[in-house]
């Protein structure tokens, strides 16, 4: 198992590989796939400390981007399903949605709500651009926040 996971990290880390396979990786990690960028991000990161920026934006890039098609995909299914009478606990979860408006997207970030929350914001059709916005800055937060964390983690332990 270890060297299987040497050798996709290694593939990881080939130029050719490496940024194109991240931005693929944050793309689909950011729709309702179950997948995670962060293990691709941190080795990559790993492997090439040099990189640390380009990594971060590319993987910034395609988790916003994939952010962007889940927001597509709740404005699509607004024009199939729209808003009806929800029930008491949607309807306070709309309610603050519909209050903070496109600063919820700052939460796409976060594991199992973000993905939906992302869908959400395109059904009750909250304007695209300012969504997409918050949506780069709190994935951009995450993950320099998240890699700092686990370097100053690993420094501590070496």
Request: hydrophobic share 55%; proline share 8%.
């Amino acid at each position: 198992m270890e060297a299987l996971l040497q050798h996709i990290l290694h593939l990881l880390a080939l130029p050719e590989y490496g940024l194109s396979t991240l931005f693929v990786v944050s793309f689909l990690s950011a729709t309702w796939l179950p997948l995670g960028s962060e293990p691709a991000v941190l080795g990559l990161i790993q492997l090439n400390p040099a990189e640390y920026w380009p990594v971060i934006c590319v993987a910034t890039v395609g988790n916003t981007l994939g952010g962007a098609l889940d927001w597509w995909m709740g404005y699509g299914a607004s024009k199939l399903a729209p808003l009806g009478k929800p029930q008491s606990a949607h309807s306070r979860a709309l309610v603050w949605l519909k209050k903070l408006g496109p600063k919820a997207c700052l939460l796409g970030w976060l594991p199992v709500v973000g993905d939906p929350l992302c869908s959400v914001a395109g059904w009750l059709r909250m304007p695209f651009w300012p969504c997409l916005g918050y949506m780069f800055i709190g994935k951009f937060l995450r993950y320099v926040i998240m890699t700092y964390a686990f370097f100053a983690i690993l420094r501590l332990f070496a």
